[in-house]
């Protein structure tokens, strides 16, 4: 059994100084010994960000041990399949048609173009395929639906596992996608209860919780997190993790994005988040939901290797990979190999069935001789 133990200092200046265990060491020893749990308090989760960064870093690190092998990272390549016009005033996204930002609506990428994204995905790497279309939801876009229901189809074949966020969703719309193949769904809370409405007035948290009820139920798995450096204060970060680790169900997926701010957005004199601030977060998600994949994506092209090993080692155990996240910039293919290479990665085998597996770890085998 591993045990936590408290630091005892020799110089003891003040009595209250006299001892101290942080709730990062408390939580996560209890995360180990008692698996998920999802009555984590909102004070539980604040206690556990405010622990001292290198011991959040630490305990988020065992944690992150105890339940994954810890060298696999999972790539997955994300492609706006159909890019702009959304209606939408998400103050962070490019996409939105409220604001000026140069990018033009496109319709959405036949099947030839989206197919040759996915090989090449998967050539370079990535087990997972994530299409985004820019639509508040996919009510009376039937056509397009339908044609993204064969997209799934198609990609799955190719042995890969395939996600998409194409705003809300209705219960039947749902079951299509599970038919079709699907294997996860995103749909990211963004921030807060509390802070939500200053960044998005046009679709509620309510309305954001009630698609992830309707993807659970049709046994997708649940790709949901938040994006910091909206200029939300931690109380705000807090309550997402909060949110997250409560529903019925962890998220499988949960990646934490920084703001990658846009000209012509609401949001495009943010300031940039500091690596400390992503290492907070990622290391408090890991500790109170263990077994989620922890998604280390967008803004991350504004890091070093060298800190982006602080963030696998706090507990993100998966990348976005390619030229582009939707539309704002990302590391490219080639980079993130000699990343894999310096620092002994592993990619992560898709895992929606054995064989699949089998084979992808045969094909890397054969690939690293």
């Not at 189809?153 to 193949?181: F, N, P, S, Y």
């Not at 970060?237 to 529903?247: C, F, K, N, Q, S």
């Not at 994005?257 to 690596?275: F, R």
């Not at 990302?330 to 894999?340: A, H, I, P, T």
Request: hydrophobic share 40%; charged share 25%.
């Amino acid at each position: 059994m591993l045990l936590i133990r408290c630091l005892r200092p020799r110089i003891q200046p003040l009595a209250s100084h006299s001892s101290f265990c942080s709730a990062a060491a408390v939580q996560a020893e209890r995360t180990i010994r008692e698996g998920p749990r999802n009555d984590w308090t909102r004070e539980e989760i604040k206690s556990v960000y405010d622990s001292p960064v290198l011991d959040l870093l630490f305990h988020g690190a065992q944690v992150h041990r105890h339940v994954h092998n810890f060298r696999e990272v999972q790539q997955c390549t994300l492609l706006s399949i159909k890019t702009g016009g959304c209606s939408e005033d998400c103050s962070y996204c490019p996409q939105s048609s409220r604001y000026d930002t140069g990018l033009k609506a496109q319709k959405l990428m036949n099947m030839d173009s989206v197919l040759q994204a996915a090989r090449k995905a998967k050539e370079a790497g990535s087990t997972r395929f994530c299409m985004g279309a820019a639509w508040r939801d996919t009510v009376g876009r039937k056509t397009n639906f339908n044609q993204i229901l064969e997209y799934i189809k198609e990609i799955r074949d190719m042995g890969m596992e395939v996600c998409c966020t194409l705003g809300m969703l209705e219960k039947q719309q749902a079951m299509e996608l599970k038919k079709a193949g699907l294997t996860a769904y995103n749909h990211n809370l963004d921030t807060s209860r509390e802070y939500y409405s200053k960044i998005i007035t046009t679709r509620s948290y309510d309305e954001r919780l009630k698609t992830l009820d309707h993807v659970r139920e049709a046994g997708i798995s649940v790709c949901s997190g938040g994006i910091i450096g909206l200029g939300e204060a931690e109380e705000d970060r807090v309550g997402l993790l909060h949110t997250l680790a409560t529903l019925p169900a962890h998220p499988e997926s949960v990646p934490i994005n920084s703001l990658v701010a846009v000209k012509g957005t609401p949001l495009q004199d943010q300031k940039p988040v500091e690596i400390w601030e992503m290492i907070r977060m990622i290391a408090t998600a890991r500790i109170v939901m263990p077994k989620a994949m922890v998604r280390l994506s967008a803004g991350r092209v504004r890091f070093s290797m060298a800190e982006q090993a602080l963030c696998f080692l706090a507990g993100a155990n998966s990348i976005f990979t390619g030229e582009k996240l939707l539309t704002t910039p990302n590391n490219d293919f080639d980079k993130d190999q000699l990343m894999f290479k310096v620092l002994g990665l592993i990619p992560k085998a898709p895992s929606f069935s054995d064989e699949a597996a089998e084979t992808f770890e045969a094909e890397a085998m054969s690939n690293s001789g």
